[in-house]
């Protein structure tokens, strides 16, 4: 009987935890919920509408693609209660034609928000990540991924540029060392490290002045 009770019990236990691990999300899948049910309410057809329609109306720049360029570009904008879309503000821009496209296709949303009742339903930051296709990146902290076609062959991931980072860090060299950790960066604004190691690579530049 006792053995009994205690499987019973771990049988409990086990489903307590795995009910715990389901309701609880890292930071960046708390911040994708709560934008999906933002769009969810205040764009007509929801989130998967809104994500349709970024794609059927943005295209990967042929420079950007050339250039290798991969990043999150965060969309940080407000749509009034009365459905009236504000200016858009691009947080971490990556240029090469990429920036546009995005201005673009907010313009294309124009007339396509529900009304609201409550002001705190009115601001979004809305992470975008433009990524070319086999290139190693992180992908978590992204709203919306438009993966576009690789220029012919892969583009470096994540991993290389970090090494080539640690490695001027390592060597004492910060002006070198920044110049990867910038790209990281644009590939990846969410990550504390890459901020962290920059401001070691100019604390490295000041003390050689």
């Known amino acids: 009987m006792k053995k009994t009770g205690l499987i019973i019990l771990t049988i409990l236990m086990l ?10 999300l890292s930071i960046s899948g708390s911040r994708k919920k709560n934008l999906k049910y933002l769009l969810n309410y205040r764009f007509k057809g929801g989130f998967y509408s809104f994500e349709k329609l970024f794609s059927t109306n943005v295209s990967y720049p042929e420079e950007a693609t050339n250039n290798c360029i991969v990043g999150i570009v965060i969309a940080s904008f407000e749509v009034d209660c ?4 504000k200016t858009v503000s691009l947080k971490n821009p990556l240029h090469y034609g990429i920036d546009e496209q995005i201005t673009s296709f907010f313009q294309k949303t124009k007339g396509k928000w529900n009304t609201c009742e409550d002001d705190k339903y009115t601001r979004f930051d809305v992470p975008i990540q433009f990524t070319l296709k086999g290139t190693e990146t992180n992908s978590e902290d992204a709203l919306i991924v438009y993966e576009g076609k690789n220029p012919g062959y892969i583009c470096n ?7 080539k980072a640690k ?10 060392a920044i110049e990867y950790l910038d790209i990281l960066i644009k590939r990846d604004p969410f990550n504390n490290e890459y901020y962290d190691l920059k401001k070691k690579a100019i604390s490295m530049i000041k003390k050689k002045h």
């Open 157 to 163: 991931g994540d991993e290389y540029y970090f090494n």
């Open 82 to 85: 009365k459905g009236i879309i």
């Open 167 to 176: 490695k001027y860090l390592d060597k004492g060299n910060g002006k070198r």
């Open 15 to 24: 489903l307590s935890t795995l009910a715990y691990s389901q309701d609880t």
